[in-house]
């Protein structure tokens, strides 16, 4: 059931968040040493301070181990090899501007710090192919919403999902939102026997980080609150 905590210290030190926030980034190369159940209870319970309309608190978190992990990841690797996308929240229609301009970017950083060729097509498909071996993490949460709620339960589950990141970095761990597992939404409610009430949104890999692995080296930037806040 739920508990209500105690209101946390004003005290606490300005620069915690902005430490941990720059810290955080999409790890996709991991070790294979298992996570201790406690911490990720504590992140979970971490993350669920996050906000949701109503107190709803639309998230709900199914987290495999191993060898659940891997059997998981070689069925869902092979089933992407030919199945069609169907993923239950309709994919982006279209990237432009600095959208368009900002994925190029990252597209660049991410095939250049895993030595891919720009033309290597066969090389690229099968980094992209990684995301449904949820890059050998040891773990992966999938995240649910209720349908009822619509884009609002999707809403208030990003922010779960950021703030779970951003618990799992305080801990020591590595951590990546997909969307791309969510494409075969199918696949993972009938894996798991999810009913169509349950939105399927994304997973996240997490576990202990190959900090030596090419692919973690790169760091993604951002835009300035100059190009973000329309002042009135
Ligand atoms: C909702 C969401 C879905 C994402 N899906 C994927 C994905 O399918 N595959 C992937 O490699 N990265 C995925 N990412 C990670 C982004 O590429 C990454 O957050 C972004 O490039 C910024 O880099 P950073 O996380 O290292 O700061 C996703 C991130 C979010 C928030």
Redesign the pocket.
């Known amino acids: 059931m739920t508990s209500a905590p105690k209101a946390a210290p004003q005290t606490a030190p300005q620069t915690t968040l902005e430490t941990i926030l720059r810290a955080r ?2 790890c ?1 190369a991991y070790r294979q040493a298992p996570v201790a159940p406690t911490l990720i209870e504590q992140a979970v319970a971490t993350a669920a301070r996050a906000p949701s309309w109503c107190n709803a608190q639309p998230w709900q978190l199914l987290i495999t181990r191993q060898p659940e992990t891997a059997r998981l990841a070689k069925a869902l690797h092979a089933h992407a090899q030919s199945a069609q996308m169907q993923p239950d929240l309709p994919w982006p229609e279209s990237y432009s501007g600095p959208y368009k301009a900002r994925r190029f970017d ?1 597209g660049m950083q991410l095939y250049d710090a895993a030595a891919i060729a720009r033309d290597d097509k066969e090389a690229r498909t099968a980094q992209m192919l990684e ?1 449904f071996r949820f890059f050998g993490a040891p773990h992966m949460a999938l995240i649910t919403s209720p349908r009822e709620l619509g884009a609002y339960g999707a809403l208030d589950c990003g922010g779960f ?1 950021t703030a779970f990141c951003a618990a799992l970095t305080e801990a020591g761990l590595g951590s ?5 597992p969510a494409g075969y939404a199918p696949f993972l409610r009938a894996w798991f026997g999810l009913p169509e009430e349950r939105l399927i949104l ?1 997973t996240i890999a997490f576990g202990y980080s190959d900090t030596s692995a090419p692919i973690n080296s790169f ?2 930037p951002r835009a300035a609150p100059d190009n973000l806040i329309d002042w009135r």
């Open positions: 980034h999409s996709r990252y995301n999902v990546i939102p997909q969307a791309a994304c760091r993604t």
